[in-house]
Structure formats: C-alpha cells, structure tokens
C-alpha cells in the first residue's frame, strides 16, 4: 500500500470517524432539545394547573364571600322586622286606655311584687291614681318620684330592685320566643 492510499484512507477513516461524531452529536442535540421541551411543557402544563387552581380558589372565595354577605344582609333584614314587630308591642303597650293598663299594672304586681316593695311609675305612666289605689290594696307602697323607662314600672325591694318596665318586660319575650318567631315568620328550620 501506498502512502497516498494510506493517507487516503487514513483520511477516510478520519472523515467517517468526524462524520459520525457529528451524527451522534446531532442525535444528541436533537435528543437533549426534545427533553428541554417536553420538561417546558410539563412545566407549562402545571403553571397553568396552578394558575386554573388559583383562579377556582378565587373563584369560590368570591362565590362563598357572596353567600355570606347574602346571609348577613337576610338576616339584618330579619332582625329588623323582629325589631319591628317588638317595636310595635311596645307602642301599642304605652297606648293602652286606663282599664287595659291598670288590669296589666295589677297582673304584673301580682307576678313580680312582694309585701312592702314600693312602686316607681315611669313618667309615661298616665293613671298614676288609679294606680297607687292597686298599690294600696296589695300593701305595697307608690312613689312620688317617676323612673325614666319606656313604659312600666320599678319594683325597689328590701333586697333589690326589679325593672319592670315595658321594654325590660318584651326584651325577655323577645329572648325566649325570637327564635321560635323567626322560624314562623320566615319558614326556618
């Protein structure tokens, strides 16, 4: 063999040898730039499942922000008729006639009052006459002076004072039946 066949071949071998060097290294770059971008888009699918995720936390945050504002203002609405309506009771308490306010005067002395206490009439009590004569006939004694309340009356005992007045008297209605009231009005469970 020659030099120049040697050399040729020699050549040849060096020309394959770096042509298959630049094959595999194609292959390789081709292969490295498929997993860059099956890892880009493996990541881009989970930012963008992070991102729905987020947006349906929202989502619901806001939908269960608005149920409860919903709520809030339902139940404003309900407190403000049960308001209402003890309202109304407490009205119509402070204008009942002489006969209908002595008959309750004397029902409550009869409930709250003992021996001896003595009676405070609010200033709107308008039949103070006709209630000391009640007072009188249960032993009891009225007061000159008038309590500043919504109605009724104050019951000053040896061992204490009890509020009787209109508005003390509906604010324990209203804490033993306002739950029961609002059920029926509102057809809760």
């Known amino acids: 063999m020659s030099i120049q066949a040697?050399?040729?071949?020699?050549?040849?071998?060096?020309?394959?040898?770096?042509?298959?060097?630049?094959?595999?290294?194609?292959?390789?770059?081709?292969?490295?730039?498929?997993?860059?971008?099956?890892?880009?888009?493996?990541?881009?699918?989970?930012?963008?499942?992070?991102?729905a995720e987020r947006i349906r936390a929202m989502d619901e945050g806001s939908a269960a922000t608005v149920r409860l504002e919903s709520k809030k203002i339902a139940l404003a609405a309900r407190r403000r008729v049960i308001d209402g309506i003890y309202n109304g009771a407490l009205a119509k308490l402070n204008a009942l006639g002489e006969k209908e306010t002595l008959a309750l005067f004397s029902r409550l002395l009869d409930e709250y009052a003992e021996e001896g206490d003595e009676v405070v009439l609010s200033e709107k009590f308008a039949f103070p006459i006709g209630a000391e004569k009640i007072a009188e006939k249960k032993k009891l004694r009225l007061s000159r002076e008038r309590a500043k309340i919504n109605g009724g009356f104050i019951l000053r005992?040896?061992?204490?004072?009890?509020?009787?007045?209109?508005?003390?008297?509906?604010?324990r209605d209203r804490e033993e039946y306002q739950s029961e009231l609002a059920r029926k009005l509102f057809k809760l469970q």
């Open 157 to 171: 005992g040896k061992f204490s004072d009890r509020d009787i007045s209109y508005a003390a008297l509906l604010e």
């Open 6 to 51: 040697l050399t040729d071949r020699i050549r040849a071998d060096a020309e394959a040898e770096a042509e298959e060097i630049i094959r595999t290294a194609k292959e390789r770059a081709a292969e490295e730039v498929k997993l860059a971008e099956t890892q880009a888009a493996r990541e881009r699918e989970k930012e963008e499942a992070a991102v």
